[in-house]
T-cell receptor
Framework: AQSVTQLGSHVSVSEGALVLLRCNYS??????LFWYVQYPNQGLQLLLK??????LVKGINGFEAEFKKSETSFHLTKPSAHMSDAAEYFC????????????FGAGTRLFVKA | NAGVTQTPKFQVLKTGQSMTLQCAQD?????MYWYRQDPGMGLRLIYY???????DKGEVPNGYNVSRLNKREFSLRLESAAPSQTSVYFC???????????FGPGTRLLVL
């Protein structure tokens, strides 16, 4: 069965520190991979997506993610955290299994300490 | 462009009552989705519509029905609300099934 696992429901970093949010997936077919961000009381918005053009994907607000097929991972990173990065982050996988279906991870809430 | 709009923003129901959540998009997207978001569980797909005139069940369809009224509108109906349906409901749309989804602001539903 296809699934998405985000390690750590909560991650806390200091302002200026590296942000690393982990995402692993299981899939028997090539996936389309996404990271979405959700700010309080809002809907989700796209941070970045992987669609097989390049394994290192750059997104908005300085975030990037690397697709590693051998590890079935798509971890999200940012070199230096800002207070404004505090939000919930969701990894998502879209699979073509006779029709496209998207599976979301449980989410990781990022806290940024001053 | 308004993007994806949802109404209402907040609703309180009593067990057994019915209601319809409305969703509309103005991006000429083919695919539309309904998700529910519960703490610690991410988003779970209730129903989706790959294109106008088609609807399919997602991961948690029980207790819900949908209607793809036209290309713009996709409604979600709770026929007999239960406390387990207390959640935040998000509508989303995408140009095609494999592309970026655009989300509405959500509807917070409380079933007493």
């Amino acid at each position: 069965a296809q699934s998405v696992t985000q390690l750590g429901s909560h991650v806390s970093v200091s302002e200026g520190a590296l942000v690393l949010l982990r995402c692993n997936y299981s899939s028997s077919v090539p996936p389309y991979l996404f990271w979405y961000v959700q700010y309080p009381n809002q809907g989700l918005q796209l941070l970045l997506k992987y669609t097989s053009a390049a394994t290192l994907v750059k997104g908005i607000n300085g975030f990037e993610a690397e697709f590693k097929k051998s590890e079935t991972s798509f971890h999200l990173t940012k070199p230096s955290a800002h207070m404004s990065d505090a939000a919930e982050y969701f990894c998502a996988v879209t699979l073509n299994t006779g029709g496209f279906k998207t599976i979301f991870g449980a989410g990781t809430r990022l806290f940024v300490k001053a | 462009n308004a993007g994806v709009t949802q109404t209402p923003k907040f609703q309180v129901l009593k067990t057994g009552q019915s209601m319809t959540l409305q969703c509309a998009q103005d991006m000429n997207h083919n695919s539309m989705y309904w998700y529910r978001q519960d703490p610690g569980m991410g988003l779970r797909l209730i129903y989706y519509s790959a294109s106008e005139g088609t609807t399919d069940k997602g991961e948690v369809p029980n207790g819900y029905n949908v209607s793809r009224l036209n290309k713009r509108e996709f409604s979600l109906r709770l026929e007999s609300a239960a406390p387990s349906q207390t959640s935040v409901y998000f509508c989303a749309s995408s140009k095609q099934g494999r592309e970026t989804q655009y989300f509405g602001p959500g509807t917070r539903l409380l079933v007493l």
